[in-house]
Nanobody, 117 residues
Framework: SVDLAESGGGQVQPGGSLRLSCAASGFPFNAYGMSWVRQAPGKGLELVSS????????YYAKFVKGRFTISRHNAKNTLFLHLNSLDVEDTAMYYC??????????RGQGTQVTVST
């Protein structure tokens, strides 16, 4: 079965940085596009970024504005999201999701990102 485990979240001040990781198992990771999605309190799931299986193509939501970078290490079945210049509006639970631009793919338990002074 698909197993995804996100980590790396935390509490940071505005302008801070974090690196999120997603360890994947139970499916051929190197054959799947992957996405990061987030859910802020009281809001729905929101696509943040996607990367194709071979890291040839990436997608970022407009609100990212060059602040985040998605990457993957297929040999280690791991997906990353580097978050820079974080804003309070980025506070949310972040999930990795199977599939390209797929908000409703399989997800793990999530990792909480809190941006506050």
């Amino acid at each position: 079965s698909v197993d995804l485990a996100e980590s790396g979240g935390g509490q940071v001040q505005p302008g801070g940085s974090l690196r999120l990781s997603c360890a994947a198992s139970g499916f051929p990771f190197n054959a799947y596009g992957m996405s990061w999605v987030r859910q802020a309190p009281g809001k729905g799931l929101e696509l943040v970024s996607s990367i194709d299986a071979g890291s040839s193509n990436t997608y970022y939501a407009k609100f990212v504005k060059g602040r985040f970078t998605i990457s993957r290490h297929n040999a280690k079945n791991t997906l990353f999201l580097h978050l820079n210049s974080l804003d309070v509006e980025d506070t949310a639970m972040y999930y990795c999701s199977t599939g390209w631009q797929n908000v409703f793919g399989s997800r793990g338990q999530g990792t909480q990102v809190t941006v506050s002074t």
